[in-house]
């Protein structure tokens, strides 16, 4: 693999920085959490030193668009300061809320659809993004629970945000693969649905299969980022690729961490997967002509 976000790449967490800067393996692009190096100079450092080989996306935590009580500014400024210093390819977040009150929560939490909150998260992304100076991707979020209020379709919602605001979308093609299987649709009507010209970046992640505590003999497939990618996501993600067209791709593992190989495996799989499609979709195009 060679550095470049058209080749698929690693989230590198904190585990796996100094190996980096230290071996520097090759891999097309790197996303890291913000928030894991605000207040960690010398983690900080070492980004800076790992930016200066790999191109690096920010996938932020803590930039909560979906929080009634607004963005919290101080936070974001920072944020600005990091982006202006690393230069990122990218920088995302989550259709979520994650703050409440000064209150930063360790999870990201869900909202309705419907008219009210798409005022309330354009609002806050218009703002994310005049802060940042560059354009916010917005990720689909894992679902476990629907709102009775919702009035409109995920998809149709996040159609509405990019029309509004103007952002990008980043589709993680695991969390379709999740939602799907909790809130019970089809996820390939899902990919089919989603708004694909505004779609920057894909991600895949693992997810682990538990007991559905309220309906006896059923599964909840949870978004635990700590296992490989599994094969619907697999399916799935050549589904996406088929429709949306090469896309960079990202690999997330944030708990029970492999070794640093077995991520760089992932990315590898994943860069085999996109180029057959891309093979195929030049075979399809010479065979037309
Ligand atoms: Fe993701």
């Known amino acids: 693999m060679t550095s470049n976000p058209n080749t698929p790449g690693i989230g590198l967490r904190l585990a796996h920085l100094a190996e980096m800067v230290a071996t520097r393996p090759a891999a097309g692009w790197l996303e890291v959490h913000p928030e894991n190096f605000l207040a960690n100079p010398h983690a900080a450092e070492l980004l800076t030193e790992v930016s200066l080989h790999y191109p690096i996306s920010l996938h932020t935590v803590g930039i909560s668009v979906g929080s009634a009580n607004g963005i919290d500014h101080l936070h974001l400024k920072r944020v600005r300061g990091l982006a202006d210093r690393l230069k990122p390819i990218f920088v995302s977040g989550h259709l979520a809320w994650s703050t409440y009150g000064n209150e930063y ?39 476990y629970v629907g ?35 909790n ?33 006896p003999g059923a ?11 599994a094969d619907p996501s697999w399916d799935l993600y050549a589904y996406a ?10 690999i997330e593992w944030d708990n029970e ?33």
């Open 105 to 143: 929560l360790n999870d990201l939490f869900p909202l309705p659809y419907n008219e009210e909150s798409l005022q309330l998260v354009s609002t806050h992304i218009s703002y994310v993004q005049d802060t940042l100076g560059q354009p916010y991707l917005i990720e689909n979020p894992s679902s």
């Open 147 to 181: 709102f009775r209020s919702s009035t409109m379709k995920e998809t149709d919602f996040l159609s509405e945000i990019v029309r509004r605001t103007g952002c990008q979308l980043l589709c993680d093609v695991s969390n379709v693969v999740v939602s799907a299987h």
């Open 183 to 215: 809130m019970v649709y089809d996820a390939y009507q899902y990919i089919d649905n989603f708004p694909a010209d505004a779609i920057r970046e894909i991600h895949l992640g693992g997810y682990t299969p538990e007991k559905d505590e309220a309906t």
């Open 219 to 229: 599964e909840l497939l949870i978004d635990t980022h700590a296992a490989a990618i």
């Open 241 to 250: 690729l088929r429709r949306f067209g090469p896309k960079p791709t990202l």
């Open 257 to 289: 961490i492999p070794p640093l190989a077995k991520l760089l495996g992932e990315a590898a799989h994943a860069g085999e997967i996109a180029q057959m499609i891309d093979t195929k979709a030049e075979a399809n195009h010479a065979a037309a002509r």
